[in-house]
């Protein structure tokens, strides 16, 4: 699956990041008494929902212009473990790209702000009718314009 | 919040059991080494579905009848912990009430055929436009008499 | 299983209170769109550890005191729905019991500040070696004291 | 973070491949009626534990070893959506590798056979002191011969 146009060198939008700040629950760590490798997906689109609530791109923003946008590659990359009761900040920041999609990356810092997990997720807009958009939606065109996406 | 009729005493239909079989997955264990209380909702869930799938009453049934059915109270009482790896079946009982609802009775036990866990779920029915039905839907009087509920 | 001493009504320490403030989480709803019953024993966890981090009483306390409390027993109410993206809080209440038990009594609000659901959880004190302790541990005395919880 | 050793190419081990059958639960779908994406690296972890179970590899085989063997990397694709209800394969391979890693790929199949999701996870040898194997530890060599893997 290409998941970005080939010629493009994607890059992070500095300017266009957020930090949301968490803390690890009794119930997100497993039986080794760390995170659950697949509860960092949660933490992603924690982040991830902060952003859009800072930046005006929530789902439900998305699915009032009839328009959903899956997950279609996630990738995770853990380095250190985060325990129970452990706080962590997760930096999200939306990378530029030329197709017609979402793709974020994201760092998760421990309380000692040392990297312990980096990701990025990739998003694609599906109309109400469950159709790919190969371009860009007209609410997402405007809204790059808006938080000066091509800047 | 009154959940069965009062002068009614609840009885199980012995005859409306069925006994689903699982096996504790890593996830499901806490720092403790043992399932998370509120896993076990999950597992409820998993035996409701297999008496449904076997008798004929799942959600995707009930939705074609234009009903949903939310659980609106839960008890769970823990007698033994389970750990990851173990295996354990959730006996799923009926039981018989003469208001508008669905309720379950469940046992879960161990490999070694201990009684791990009890609890109990209550169903109402809500009509599309999420109106409580004081009275038992008709598809669910049918599926009664089918299934020799009163008996 | 006979979860409190007989003879003792058991009340609510209205002083010994927290309100945590959260947010329904994509990942929290079910294809109903509402929040799946299961995870409001999450959401209960999180304000009984919001308590415990006020007043001094996490997991992380605990376990430096040799003592795991395992909840066994939790009862919810429905109420009302929480959709994605709506705020709640939890209200929690610690009850005053006789019995080497901490209990816990929740109230979870919508952001109109409507009542949307109630439970309750039974913890008992488990030592070390996973003895059941049939009166309270020394640690839990103490913080009885500190905290006024008889006052 | 380099996951494969630089000049190996990695290839799949046919003959060590598990196919584990799953249903979609009601709680693993989300208000889009779809499983949530980050869902998948359970059921990745389903086929993964029904692997090691067929091929004497689970995680508490590997913990008599006094290893733990966590996840530091993983990858999804989602081709198309699973609903609640529908049955799904997770078909589970090992990748032949050099380094000390255990690279498993998966494909998840729908009821009518269609490819659905694919992924990769990496996993570390950590010893009980929390140390990372640069070799492979002598109960995978073992395991590696017992099963065929440089066949």
Known sequence: MLLRMSKEKPSR?????????????????????????????????????????KYGL??????????SVPVVQSICNHIKPLKYGDK?????IIIHTLAAKIIFHYEIYNQENELVCTGETTQVFLSKEGRLSLIC???YESWKKQVGYDK
Chains 1, 2, 3, 4 share one sequence.
């Open 137 to 139: 939606p007209d609410f």
């Open 88 to 92: 962590y900040s997760v930096k999200t």
């Open 58 to 67: 929530t789902y439900l923003n998305i699915h009032e212009e009839m328009y």
């Open 13 to 53: 939008i500095e300017h266009l990041t957020t930090v949301y700040h968490g803390r690890v629950k009794f119930n997100d760590a497993d039986p080794l008494g760390i995170v659950w490798h697949g509860n960092y997906l949660g933490y992603f689109e924690d982040g991830r929902e902060y952003f859009g609530s």
